[in-house]
């Protein structure tokens, strides 16, 4: 009998031009350079890593439109005609009225956080991100988590974790009063919960609340077109509506954006600060010249910024977010199947992997989740990284934040693996599940400043 279709599968909306070879190692070679990396992935040489998943960010494959688009970049100092198409495909795509280029989202994070924050200020947003948090923080503000509990639930099966409990919002508001909150911070697609959504319903809910209150919407839109493919997938009334029709709607609902083009705009480097206030827009052109550069370049080329703007139009194309998000729920449905732990439901960017349940003879202060990155790449090459007690770093007061979520994230490139790579992953994280009774955990040796997570050494116990 021939095997009878149930469901058409993804595939990509593209074919290969272009391939780049890979180095294969043994597992000698791969347990060496664990060890002097410090068990940290991210101080791997990435030459020596076989499937890359440490990020999303930056490490996007890009089409021969942006690479056509990359030649023509005017590299003039000033007035590049490379910016103002930037400009108007933001304008077009996103919706807002004023844009500031900067060298990637930090470097935005960093203008909008010295323009808006006071010290003494609280900032509530839908769970941190490590760089917007410190920089928060840095700019003297307190970052409050106003998200739902079930994001913090590696086990709810919650079709929009990324959505904001009001109640959360609301106590904040009453304890502090609304003349501290210089704006709430929406994440789209939460990174830190596992690339999970926010729904339209809850953005507009707190649309409301907060203009009631007077309080600004800061929009960190790194993933916005991932977040509305879900809404499209997910949320009532809005399948027959596109993801760029989604996303122009997510986007209105907000005073302003910090945009890390690496992910969603399918580009190796670039951001920018995006804004309807015109106070914001004149502050940020007077600090971006400071720390990025001319306003109309912020720390990118002129070719990048003709990249982004190619980029951000493929961004909130359907069948390439269908492909997308396809190909990360297919690594995640092979990972349920070899019995393996993972957050779900299955996030936009990536499969997290909960290591609590993974490793679960193992305490959070013995580094669970980066103990399991480093296994998983000993075993196949497959770089990985910790989202865990390392990522949350130190209280002000010197503490460690202890986060509920203790995951490793497989964060899947954009238009770069293949299905095989997929298979390749699922299978070595099952082998290493398999054997997971005998893994030990790990202590730090070094430990830096600021986030640490990036450059941290451990040995094992
Ligand atoms: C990556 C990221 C940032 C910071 O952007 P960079 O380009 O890495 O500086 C901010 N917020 C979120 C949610 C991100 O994923």
């Given at each position: 009998m021939p095997r009878k279709i149930e469901r058409r599968s993804w595939a990509e909306p593209y074919k290969m031009k272009m391939v780049e070879l890979l180095k294969m190692t043994t597992r000698p070679q791969r347990v060496k350079a664990m060890r002097e990396a410090g068990?940290?992935?991210?101080?791997?040489?990435?030459?020596?890593?076989?499937?890359?998943?440490?990020?999303d960010s930056g490490t996007n494959a890009m089409s021969d439109m942006q690479w056509s688009a990359f030649m023509t970049?005017?590299?003039?100092?000033?007035?590049?005609?490379s910016y103002f198409k930037m400009e108007k495909a933001i304008k077009q795509y996103y919706g807002y009225k004023y844009v500031v280029p900067t060298h990637q989202g930090r470097g935005a994070e960093n203008l909008l956080s010295q323009i808006l924050i006071k010290k003494g200020d609280i900032v509530p947003g839908n769970m941190y991100f490590t760089t917007t948090r410190l920089h928060q923080e840095l700019a003297g503000g307190t970052f409050v988590d106003i998200i739902i509990d079930e994001a913090h639930d590696p086990l709810s099966e919650h079709p929009?974790?990324?959505?904001?409990?009001l109640n959360k919002l609301e106590a904040v508001v009453k304890k502090h009063g609304a003349a501290k909150i210089p704006y709430v911070c929406i994440a789209t697609n939460v990174n830190m919960a596992g690339g999970q959504p926010i729904s339209l319903d809850n953005l507009k809910q707190l649309r409301k609340y907060t203009q009631e209150h007077g309080i600004k919407i800061i929009h960190d839109m790194t993933r916005v077109a991932e977040n509305a493919y879900f809404i499209q997938q997910?949320?009532?009334?809005?399948?027959?509506?596109?993801v760029k029709d989604i996303v122009l709607e997510i986007c209105s609902l907000t005073d302003g954006a910090t945009m890390s083009?690496?992910?969603?705009?399918?580009?190796?480097i670039g951001g920018f600060l995006a804004t309807n206030d015109d106070f914001v827009y004149e502050e940020a052109r007077n600090l971006v010249v400071v720390y990025e550069g001319m306003t109309t370049y912020g720390g990118l080329a002129g070719r990048d910024m003709e990249a982004i703007a190619v980029g951000i139009k493929e961004s909130v194309d359907d069948n390439h977010q269908a492909a997308r998000v396809g190909q990360v729920e297919y690594l995640g449905q092979r990972m349920m199947e070899f019995g393996v732990p993972i957050v779900k439901p299955i996030g936009g960017h990536g499969i997290f992997v909960d290591a609590k349940a993974f490793?679960?003879?193992?305490?959070q202060d013995q580094f669970p989740a980066q103990t399991l990155a480093s296994e998983i790449y000993m075993d196949s090459g497959v770089r990985t990284m910790e989202r865990g007690i390392v990522s949350a770093g130190r209280k002000p007061n010197g503490e460690h934040y202890y986060p509920n979520l203790e995951l490793v994230r497989f964060t899947i490139p954009r238009r770069v693996y293949t299905q095989a790579h997929m298979d390749v992953v699922a299978e070595s994280t099952a082998m290493v599940f398999d054997r997971r009774k005998k893994i030990k955990g790990m202590k730090m040796v070094y430990e830096p400043k600021y986030l640490r997570f990036f450059q941290a050494r451990f040995e094992k116990l």
């Open positions: 068990y940290n992935t991210f101080l791997l040489n990435s030459e020596d890593v076989y499937i890359d998943l440490l990020t970049g005017d590299e003039s100092y000033s007035g590049s005609k929009f974790k990324g959505n904001v409990d997910r949320e009532p009334g809005y399948a027959n509506k596109s083009a690496k992910k969603d705009a399918l580009v190796n490793l679960p003879h193992l305490s």
